[in-house]
């Protein structure tokens, strides 16, 4: 007697347009070449679809204009806060616990889940408090300023119809985080690997700006996100369960580091 096992791989990822021939799953023989798919590669194709892009959407090489913000780091190196890696580690270790990290991502996570329930009321709320909870005018320019950027390109490269009613919704300027979350819903991708992805494309950038401005090499830099990584994923955690009555933020120093870098006399970066 021959016994066959099957094994079932849940869905953690998908996308409303998968790659390819972008046809359809609509029949039964179309399904069970999903699952074939799913079955040889471990990843079904509308699975390695939304990984793709959201790999891509959250990569230091699309062109956010991420690269010219620190964030207020910039300031924080110049008044000898951050000296070296251990001291650049603390501090992000506060922006995720305390400041932009948590809120940013509880942000997402509302604007995520109001656009897939299709709320359009708690989305403007949602869109319209991240714009107002940002702490100095550098600040409010570099998050709107990467929301846009987000936004428009995601849109060109990869056009969703669900993405222009979405926007249409938002009422305040967009911020960063709540592009991140328009954008994943309106390709249907979940929130959690959303959230974790945007955290680490956020953490990564202010390592970068610090990588540059204390200076560290190279090496220095990955032991640094690897030691940030329990930091990241506890964060996402706390933001997939919070209520927007959590938010609140308890890193002034880094809130003074971005309004006094508006007059530091040289700059790198524009925040």
């Known amino acids: 007697m021959i016994t066959t096992i099957t094994t079932a791989i849940p869905m953690l990822m998908k996308t409303n347009e998968p790659p ?23 990843m079904s194709e509308s699975e390695a679809a939304a990984l793709y892009r959201l790999m891509t959407w959250l990569s230091p090489s699309f062109p956010v204009g991420a690269f ?31 400041g932009a990290g948590i809120c940013d991502s509880i942000f997402l996570a509302h604007t995520h889940r109001a656009a897939a329930a299709g709320d ?44 222009d009613r979405l926007i249409a919704s938002c009422e305040a300027a967009i911020v960063y985080p709540v592009a991140v979350g328009l954008v994943s819903t309106a390709h249907d991708i979940p929130l959690a690997p959303t959230v974790h992805a945007f955290l680490h494309a956020v953490t990564s950038n202010w ?25 990241v994923s506890a964060t996402a955690k706390r933001a997939l369960a919070a209520s927007l009555d959590d938010l609140g933020s308890a890193t002034f120093r880094a809130d003074l580091a971005s309004m006094r870098h508006e007059t530091q006399y040289t700059r790198l970066f524009r925040s």
């Not at 390819?20 to 471990?42: I, K, L, R, W, Y």
């Not at 913000?69 to 995720?96: F, H, K, N, P």
């Not at 107002?132 to 849109?155: K, N, P």
């Open 120 to 163: 359009d009321a708690l989305l403007a709320e949602a869109a319209e408090l991240a714009s107002a909870f940002v702490t100095s005018r550098e600040r409010h320019l570099e998050t709107t300023a990467q929301g846009r950027a987000f936004i428009e390109i995601a849109r060109t490269a990869w056009n969703s119809g669900p993405l």
């Open 68 to 98: 010219s913000y620190s964030s207020g780091i910039e300031w924080a190196v110049e008044a000898g806060d951050i000296t070296d890696a251990t001291s650049l580690r603390q501090w992000l270790t506060s922006m995720l616990v305390d």
């Open 20 to 42: 390819g021939n972008g046809q359809d799953f609509s029949t039964e023989a179309d399904a069970a070449s999903e699952v074939t798919v799913s079955g040889s590669t471990g």
């Open 207 to 231: 390592i970068s700006a610090g990588a540059r401005l204390v200076p560290l090499g190279q090496t220095d830099s990955q032991r640094l996100l690897a030691q940030l990584e329990p930091v």
